[in-house]
C-alpha cells in the first residue's frame, strides 16, 4: 500500500494568514492525490482533485500543488470557516489511502 | 443533484456481520464506480472497497477476507457487508461515489452522511 504521510498534525494561525499543508506519498502517485476538508460530525468534502483542480464552488483561497510524491494544499488567507481537518488521498494505485490529517484551527 | 443516503444496523456484537445500504439519488448510477470508506479515531479515513453497475469490485486487501460489496441498478443502490467484526471495526461507514475529474483523475465527490457502528457484547 502507499503511505500517505501528512505534515503537520495540527496547526493554530490567525485569520487572513497564509497556511500551508504538506502531503508526501511514500512512492511517486503522479498527480492522482485529492484533498478533502471535514468539519465536526460530517462526511469529507473534496477541495481539490488531481493535485491542483479546484473542485467548483470550492473557494479560490484553496490551491493544490505538487507531483510524484510531495503535495502542497494551501489557503491563501485563513478564514473562519476553514476551521477543519484537511486530510490528503492518493488516487494512484489500489487500495485508495488517505494521509492522517492536519487539523486546523484559529487564533 | 446527486445524493447518497445510507442505512444499516449500528450496533452489533463481535462475531456478526455489518450490513449497510446506500441509495444514490440523482445523476447517473451507470458508469461510475461506489466506494464504501470508514474512519475511526484509531486508523483514520480506510477504503473498505468500490463497485460499479456490473458489480466488478475492488477491495482493500486488509478486509477483503470479510467483505462483500454488491450492488441493485434496479434500485440505484449498493450494499456492504463485512463478517465477523471486532472492537476494531467500530467506526464511521460513509458511501461515496467517484467522480471523474479532468485528465483521467478520479475523486470522491459524494458521500452519504454516515453511518456510526458500534460492536459491543
Known amino acids: 500500500d502507499i503511505q500517505m504521510t501528512q505534515s503537520p498534525s495540527s496547526l493554530s494561525a490567525s485569520v487572513g494568514d497564509r497556511v500551508t499543508i504538506t502531503c508526501r506519498a511514500s512512492q511517486s502517485i503522479s498527480s492522482f492525490l485529492d484533498w478533502y476538508q471535514q468539519k465536526p460530525g460530517k462526511a469529507p468534502k473534496v477541495l481539490i482533485y488531481g493535485a491542483f483542480s479546484l473542485q467548483s464552488g470550492v473557494p479560490s483561497r484553496f490551491s493544490g500543488s505538487g507531483s510524484g510524491t510531495d503535495f502542497t494544499l494551501t489557503i491563501s488567507s485563513l478564514q473562519p470557516e476553514d476551521a477543519a481537518t484537511y486530510y490528503c488521498q492518493q488516487g494512484n494505485s489500489l487500495p485508495y489511502t488517505f494521509g492522517q490529517g492536519t487539523k486546523v484551527e484559529i487564533k | 443533484q446527486v445524493q447518497l443516503q445510507q442505512w444499516g444496523a449500528g450496533l452489533l456484537k463481535p462475531s456478526e456481520t455489518l450490513s449497510l445500504t446506500c441509495s444514490v439519488y440523482?445523476?447517473?448510477?451507470?458508469?461510475?464506480?461506489w466506494s464504501w470508506i470508514r474512519q475511526s479515531p484509531g486508523k483514520g479515513l480506510e477504503w473498505i472497497g468500490e463497485?460499479?453497475?456490473?458489480?466488478?469490485?475492488n477491495y482493500n486487501p486488509s478486509l477483503k477476507s470479510r467483505v462483500t460489496i454488491s450492488v441493485d441498478t434496479s434500485k440505484n443502490q449498493f450494499s456492504l457487508r463485512l463478517s465477523s467484526v471486532t472492537a476494531a471495526d467500530a467506526a464511521v461507514y460513509y458511501c461515496?461515489?467517484?467522480?471523474?475529474?479532468?485528465?483521467?483523475?478520479?475523486?470522491?465527490?459524494?458521500w452519504g452522511q454516515g453511518t456510526l457502528v458500534t460492536v459491543s457484547s
Open positions: 461515496a461515489k467517484r467522480n471523474r475529474g479532468t485528465g483521467g483523475t478520479y475523486y470522491f465527490g459524494y
Open positions: 440523482g445523476g447517473s448510477f451507470s458508469g461510475y464506480y
Open positions: 463497485i460499479n453497475q456490473s458489480g466488478f469490485t
